[in-house]
């Protein structure tokens, strides 16, 4: 049994409590965040939890092997640097940083000393992206010529996310961090390395708000793939990954 310790408990948090909570070979053992309420209702759903008073309390904790970290994303790199630091796996809600370059060094470092580390992409394993992958590898629409990403959103963020107001704030929020980025990781793993062609982000007037539509182009090992994204009051929400080739195209 692989004891668990958990850093923040909102909506992300809360989610992985539960799904840990139904792992036989997993154990969630102790939990910090800042709100008193979201401990609470963590020790409702969790009794045998102990309430952390600290993030470095979590990170030392001596019966865990690895820290779950579903903070705001500001926050993601010191807490690696603390769980790395006392010798336990980290596993990290994305986006891993808003600093591309200290997100980078922080990368090469966990690589150089072989720690173990790894970011929430569900579609790493999900079984739809498993079938999807097979259906390529079997070459069931034949050469690969594009994929085409589709996302629309009535509102933003949606409304299960609302608690984290930081969702619709430029500084940390936008959908491209927290949809996109998933959908670029898909093509990342069936297609090959990603190369940025053509990024055009649509800005609200205010200098808060997060991005309201987003036209991205990037090559995934060498496939053209286009993002095209936005959010539209009244609109139905649409979120579709889309590969064609020769012969027909796969849709997720």
């Known amino acids: 049994m692989a004891g668990i310790g958990v850093i923040g408990l909102g909506v992300m948090g809360a989610r ?16 910090w965040d800042p709100s008193d309420a979201a ?12 309430r952390a008073g600290s993030v470095d ?17 500001s926050s993601h790199l010191d807490y690696i640097e603390l769980a790395c630091e006392q010798g336990k796996a980290v596993f990290c809600e994305k986006p891993l940083a808003l600093d591309d370059v200290a997100a980078r060094a922080v990368v090469e470092r966990i690589e150089r000393d072989g720690h173990p580390a790894a970011m929430n992409f569900p579609h790493a394993s999900a079984p739809a992206a498993v ?9 069931r629409i034949g050469a690969i010529e594009q994929v085409s990403v589709e996302i629309v959103f009535p509102q ?28 670029l990781f898909l ?13 055009d982000i649509t800005w609200p007037d205010d200098a808060q708000g ?14 053209p793939v286009h993002v ?16 064609t080739g020769e012969r027909g195209a796969l849709r997720l």
């Open 156 to 183: 933003w963020p949606e409304s299960w996310q609302i608690a984290a107001a930081w969702l619709c704030k430029r500084a940390q929020g936008g959908f491209v961090r927290e949809v996109v980025t998933h959908k």
């Open 131 to 139: 079938a999807l992958a097979r259906e390529l590898d079997n070459g």
């Open 57 to 73: 309390e979590v990170t030392a904790f001596p019966d865990i092997a690895c820290v779950y970290i579903a903070s705001p994303p």
């Open 39 to 50: 401990l609470e209702r963590a020790l409702d759903t969790s009794p045998g939890l102990i």
């Open 210 to 223: 997060a991005e309201t539509a987003a036209d991205i182009r990037v090559k995934a090992g060498g496939v």
């Open 187 to 199: 093509a990342r793993r069936l297609l090959g390395p990603l190369e940025l062609v053509h990024a």
């Open 16 to 31: 992985m409590l539960g799904q840990i909570g139904r792992h036989h070979g997993l154990d969630a053992v102790i939990a």
């Open 228 to 243: 095209r994204g936005r959010v539209e009051a009244g609109a139905t929400e649409v979120v579709h990954w889309t590969v």
